[in-house]
């Protein structure tokens, strides 16, 4: 069964300070991973995405990783502001059949002044 | 450029009360549709998914309804609502099934049935 968890299940840190969040999954055959922004009340809006054949992908203050042999992904926040704060939703395109994205639950992240 | 509209952004519902939720794509041709609901503390659930004019595939049994009168319009609807009908309702849209070039998502639509 394709299955993404990801962790922590929320967190709370500091304005100005780092954070990372973990995605673990289990799709297969593995097609890209991306990981989304959703503010609260909205729609989720993609920060990157990345393919099997990539490592480390940028957006801004905003760093994905990708460790495909072991099927996790990491994605870092550095120099939190204020806006950070929401759900990061990292999602899994790959399995069999069509409509194979499988959604993680996602982590909901404060940034405190 | 593509956007996607979704409304309304709230409603507030007696249950046994019927259900119009819609969304519309510009700037395309053609797209995959999707509505997910997502409920508090959980991911996002696939409900239906078209890729045409009147075809709807549902991913789930349950007790909504899904029309695509026209190419870029997609309507998420119910006869009678249930208080487990409450939840965060999004369309969004692909240029393929598999999201190989990921989904754009609407602004979403919060439901609470009362």
């Known amino acids: 069964k394709n299955q993404v968890e990801q962790s922590p299940q929320s967190l709370i840190i500091l304005e100005g300070k780092n954070c990372t969040l973990q995605?673990?999954?289990?799709?297969?055959?593995?097609?890209?991973l991306r990981w989304y922004k959703q503010d609260t009340g909205r729609g989720p809006v993609s920060l990157t995405i990345?393919?099997?054949?990539?490592n480390t992908k940028s957006n801004g203050r905003y760093t994905a990783t990708l460790d495909a042999d072991t099927k996790q992904s990491s994605l870092h926040i550095t120099a939190s502001q204020l806006s950070d704060s929401a759900s990061y939703i990292c999602?899994?395109?790959?399995?069999?059949?069509?409509?194979?994205?499988?959604f993680g639950k996602g982590t909901m992240l404060l940034v405190s002044p | 450029s593509q956007t996607i509209h979704q409304w309304p952004a709230t409603l507030v519902q007696p249950v046994g009360s019927p259900l119009s939720l819609e969304c519309t794509v510009e700037?395309?041709?053609?797209?995959?549709l999707y509505w997910y609901r997502q409920a508090a503390g959980r991911g996002l659930q696939l409900l239906f998914y078209?890729?045409?004019?009147?075809?709807i595939s549902s991913e789930v049994p349950q007790n909504l309804s899904a029309s695509r009168p026209q190419d870029r319009q997609f309507i998420l609807s119910s006869k009678k609502l249930l208080l487990s009908d409450s939840g965060f309702y999004l369309c969004?849209?692909?240029?393929?099934?598999?999201?190989?070039?990921?989904?754009?998502f609407g602004s979403g639509t919060r439901l609470t049935v009362v």
């Open positions: 990345m393919t099997f054949s990539e």
């Open positions: 969004a849209w692909s240029t393929d099934l598999r999201g190989v070039d990921g989904y754009t």
């Open positions: 995605c673990n999954y289990t799709v297969s055959p593995f097609s890209n």
């Open positions: 078209s890729v045409g004019i009147g075809q």
């Open positions: 999602v899994v395109s790959g399995g069999s059949g069509y409509s194979t994205l499988t």
């Open positions: 700037g395309t041709s053609n797209p995959n």
